[in-house]
């Protein structure tokens, strides 16, 4: 029987991968009106607003489900329109669109880093000085984590993660064409490697994702001195 402290995390977790996957939508918006498309902005996609990016399956109902469970989850939001016909170099364009998602990702990590940085500086924030302040600060902490691997994740070379956009737009014209043809089975591979590790139970090769982040997210938190 999942109890109500399960919820309670369950739902604080999905909040926070909303936030998080809104500031990333935001940035492949912004980007691609800065680069001339303005198709996003003109369905009212280019906003912070959480509500113009969910998808009641892939942000709601699956983060919910697997977070109760107490697994990992796989979510995504509605996928950002973009119209290749108004920017100048499409598939260099496209690139930059789709790199701004995780970059924002990342930079989000950094600012809250900063944040929990200058309340120790001002405030003598510390986890342990009251249970609003640890609950604050586990709470900022844990969005940080998430935040890297929201980046890391969608930086796997897999159609329809941005990793396959970055890569299709750093490889040489030929390559590239080459490269694109593996789109059709970009999302096959990716249900294979999340969900048949589990259901065999072998080590799962996406494990490398939740190590990398682990890294990147320490390596910040020590450069701006949290950690």
Not at 117 to 124: A, D, F, M, Q, S
Not at 188 to 213: C, D, E, G
């Amino acid at each position: 029987m999942i109890s109500p402290e399960q919820i309670y995390r369950a739902i604080l977790i999905v909040t926070q991968f909303i936030i998080l996957l809104t500031f990333h939508e935001w940035g492949h918006a912004k980007s691609a009106n800065m680069l001339g498309d303005s198709t996003a902005r003109d369905q009212g996609r280019m906003s912070l607003n959480p509500a113009v990016h969910i998808d009641p399956i892939g942000t709601l109902f699956l983060p919910l489900i697997g977070s109760l469970f107490g697994g990992g989850f796989f979510g995504w939001a509605k996928p950002v329109p973009v119209n290749p016909y108004n920017l100048k170099n499409p598939r260099f364009d496209i690139m930059l669109i789709a790199a701004a998602g995780p970059l924002m990702n990342i930079l989000l990590t950094i600012a809250i880093f900063i944040i929990i940085r200058v309340l120790e500086l001002t405030i003598n924030f510390t986890p342990y000085s009251s249970t609003t302040h640890l609950a604050i600060y586990q709470f900022m902490k844990t969005s940080a984590l998430i935040s890297v691997f929201l980046a890391a994740f969608n930086m796997l070379p897999l159609f329809p993660l941005d990793g396959f956009s970055v890569v299709n737009g750093l490889l040489p014209e030929r390559a590239s064409r080459q490269f694109s043809k593996l789109a059709p089975y970009g999302m096959p591979i990716l249900m294979l490697l999340l969900f048949v590790p589990s259901i065999l139970r072998i080590y799962n090769p996406l494990q490398i994702i939740a190590v990398i982040s682990y890294a990147i997210n320490n390596a910040l938190g020590k450069f701006i001195g949290v950690f």
